[in-house]
């Protein structure tokens, strides 16, 4: 369950940037003139923007960790993913069958190597 985790440390960070960018603005504004002054509320804009910008950036983590958390949940147990396509060089002569050579598969199970499909 590392997706489920991942997306419930993100909505841990949204609350407390949330909770922080309160707090400084609460102590702008607690530091400041009544009413406030214009240098105090571009400050107060300020923070605000930053929080919008870094709660704008976690979101984005959270709905790519949601949409992968859902890919995952439709595949069955030891089913094979096409994750990408490898390009490289390979040896061949004559009477060799380009065709054959260049079809190869790799299959991984967590990084390591399991099985090569196709003539090599």
Sequence with gaps: MQLQDQINQIDTQLQ??????????????KQSLQPPGP???????????????????????????????QQVQ???????VNQFQLEGFFTVGPGDNLISKMQVEILLRDGVIEEIRGDI
Excluded: Y
């Excluded at 439709?74 to 094979?80: A, G, I, K, P, R």
């Design 74 to 80: 439709v595949l069955d147990l030891e089913q094979e």
């Design 16 to 29: 407390q940037i949330d909770m922080q960018g309160q707090r400084a603005i609460a102590e702008i504004q």
């Design 39 to 69: 240098q105090t509320l571009q400050q107060v804009d300020n923070i605000q923007i930053q929080v919008n910008q870094k709660k704008s950036e976690l979101l984005e983590q959270k709905n790519q960790s949601l949409q992968n958390l």
